[in-house]
């Protein structure tokens, strides 16, 4: 049995559950430095973070985390020389974990939204949700997939998560969070 391996979900959203504009870009109305200060905080506390390709290309490894990178371009699991690249229709979760992280750890997901889908079928443990409620991305991107019939907080209620009181990152400019967990599991009577 593998060690506990906790997938932490980190993403800010738009008022509609766009992580992106339609062009796939992050537009400045969802940039604000309270939430990229958590989102570097939560980064630094991981011991992997979990992206897909396009991030990884977009995003420079500068602080030299360790990466584990998903593509359908990788064999299985592979390490290459800016990290590990994962393909999750040849090589499954658990064998990713006990290679990588025998012993357990945090895995900070930032996305993108297939990776966030696939984490969300995975099961999150925690799920840092950030919300810049003036921005509206009409034909953006989703948080999830399913984001297209369903607001991103029904889907990780749905997943099991409960959320933590909204609390405000920035409110000057309209940027909520909230922080949903899965809860502890009930002990045995």
Partial sequence: MNARVDLIGLAIVSADDAIADARGDMPDGLRNEADWGHFQTE????????????????????????????????????????????????CGWDEVTARLMPRGGRVAVPGGRRVFDLCLALGYCEFHLSRATHCHLPGGVKLFTACASKPAEALLAEAGLQPRPLEWLDEAAGVSFSLWRRPAASPLT
């Fill in 43 to 90: 980064l630094d506390r991981a011991d992997i973070t979990l992206l897909g390709r396009i991030g990884h290309e977009r995003h420079p490894n500068t602080k030299q985390r360790r990466r584990l990178v998903v593509s359908s371009s990788a064999r299985a699991l592979e390490v290459r020389p800016d990290g590990w690249w994962w393909n999750p229709a040849e």
